[in-house]
């Protein structure tokens, strides 16, 4: 139940002042510009991106700003801009095997067409602090350069294609769903789960993903390819009557290829499942490609073995952080007067047991006499 | 027109401004910030699905001529909107070919370059597999 109440203003504007005070920090200290984290915190930027589910470095960077680098605060103040702007179209769907591709490696072949390109990629190295860059020092040395190979860089998957040793993903042009348009229904079809997982939050997919490699419905994923690079994108513009590019965004893609023995309806094969998000973000691509093909246990004929990640209902109505941030913090906001009868009802009950006790207590002793 | 919208902040306008002097239009409509819902495809090739919308912005206006320009370009730039719209128009007259060369071809080599100096480095990061030979004999 809710009441109103007034009273709170000087302490909330008080609280606000302050809290653009502890934003800034000690000012003797210099302020962070947006092009300095759009630059140098370039992957906080691209998961606020990818869960805020609007592609624009330059506001990603304000609200990592504005949220003093709390990611999921961040992400909120992106979900209420969007809601501000008009939807001007869709795109077309973006064309990966067109990636300019910054890395592109595969799990499951070696020696494949395009090669294994790791890109500017955390592995390989040692996990070790580098004091190097505590130090305000030099810019570093231009990466080394080759001649790049002309031409687009194949899927994978395309090869496994050729002898039908996995299941296609054949094109079509059935308009998808659009969680931002209309609530999340259930059962959902694969391209609103695909939408729910894109922008779902990466700790709670990653999670999930993680809980199917541990046993959880299991479904043993090879990492078929893992790319991350620009793609173009284009929209049909009605006032022209063709379609033009509108920009330019970086997106990663993760096919995995996972062992399938077949069921009623399917030959053994390979099975994929699929991971697309906005920005340089593998480990949240990866984990949505898992998590995509654990939840398609149903249209593979495969069993429901009760498994979190299996579940969709579970999964999907988890994922959005923003949506749990809203349920979980609002618990913190009055409920005096929620709690004011909770506290009438305990203190009724405890009147009840008291009496009835000391009622017992009295029959008793009238008994004994 | 997929130059101008990719264009880096304020270069449409920097380039228009090189080349010649502005001429006077109309505004047919204002420019526009809204969004754009950007479409994957499940697999890379199979049915689409929405991954998340990207900032666009867009105008369209005539120059005293009568000659439309329109423009949707990234991100929420209103003057690089409007300078793109003024390219579109003008590409359709007389001065095409001056636009062509003082902001067309400027633009194409700038996204080139940057294209290729990354594709280099990605080049650069390309694995090259060898066998240890083994000492069978």
Known sequence: MYVAVKGGERAIDNAHAWLAEERRGDPSVPELSIAQIRE??????????AEGSLYDPDLAALAIKQARGDLIEAIFLIRAYRTTLPRLGN???????????????????KDLPGGQILGPTFDYTHRLLDFKLAAEGEPPQDAPQRPPEAGDVPHVTGFLNREGLIEEAPADDTPPPDLTREPLELPAERALRLQALARGDEGFVLSMAYSTQRGYGRNHAFVGELRIGAVS????????GFAIEIGDITLTEC?????FTGSKTEPPQFTRGYGLVFGQTERKAISMAL???ALRWEELGEDFTGAPAQDAEFVLSHADNIQATGFLEHIKLPHYVDFQSELELVRKLRREVAERAEAANTSRQEAAE | MGLLAKAGPGRVAALLDDTCARPGFDWLRHPETGSVMVRGRTGGTGA????????????????RCGTVGHAYIQGRSKPDAEAAALVDAMMQTDRATTLQAGVLDPLRAEADSARTSRAARAAATKVDFFTMVRGED
Do not use: H, K, Y
């Open chain 2, 48 to 63: 689409p699905f929405n991954l998340g919308e990207m900032t666009v912005t867009r105008c369209a206006l005539r120059l």
């Open chain 1, 233 to 240: 994108v284009e929209m049909d513009i009605p006032e022209l």
């Open chain 1, 255 to 259: 096919e995995t290829v996972n062992q």
């Open chain 1, 291 to 293: 998590v995509d093909r």
């Open chain 1, 91 to 109: 795109s077309r769907p973006v064309e990966t095997t067109a990636m300019a591709c910054d890395r592109r490696i595969s799990a499951t072949f």
């Open chain 1, 40 to 49: 140098q915190m370039t992957l906080a930027v691209n998961r606020v991106m």
